[in-house]
C-alpha cells in the first residue's frame, strides 16, 4: 500500500513538472524534442509565445517561454529549422503575456 502511495505522488509531481514551458534551444535537429518555426504573422502560427524573463514565470503549456540557459534544466528542448515544411510547430513572438497561447490546439500535446 504505501508503495502504491508513493507511486501516485510520484506521477503527480511529474505531472507537475511536465506542463512547465522552460525550453531550450538545440544546436542540432536530432537533438529536439520539437522542431519549431518562426512565422512572420500571427495568423499563420500554431502558438503564440511570449518569452519570459524569470523562471517562475513560465506558463503550463499557455506559450510563455522561459529560455533556460542548460538543456538539463528544461522540460522540453526545441530546435529552429530553417523551412516551414520542416516544422512541427509554427510559432509567432508577441510583445504582451496576455497575447500568448495556443491557436492550434492540436499540436498542443506535443510540449506535454
Not at 91 to 103: L, P
Request: proline share 0%; aromatic share 18%.
Amino acid at each position: 500500500m504505501k508503495i502504491l502511495n508513493l507511486l501516485f505522488i510520484y506521477i503527480a509531481s511529474l505531472s507537475i513538472l511536465v506542463s512547465a514551458q522552460k525550453v531550450f534551444s538545440v544546436d542540432y535537429d536530432s537533438q529536439a524534442d520539437v522542431k519549431v518555426f518562426v512565422v512572420d504573422y500571427e495568423s499563420q502560427a500554431d502558438l503564440k509565445v511570449y518569452k519570459v524573463k524569470y523562471e517562475s514565470q513560465a506558463g503550463k503549456n499557455d506559450g510563455k517561454w522561459f529560455f533556460s540557459k542548460y538543456a538539463s534544466q528544461s522540460d522540453k528542448k526545441i530546435f529552429f529549422v530553417d523551412y516551414e515544411s520542416q516544422a512541427q510547430v509554427k510559432i509567432f513572438f508577441v510583445d504582451y503575456e496576455s497575447q500568448a497561447g495556443w491557436r492550434n490546439n492540436a499540436k498542443k500535446e506535443l510540449f506535454y
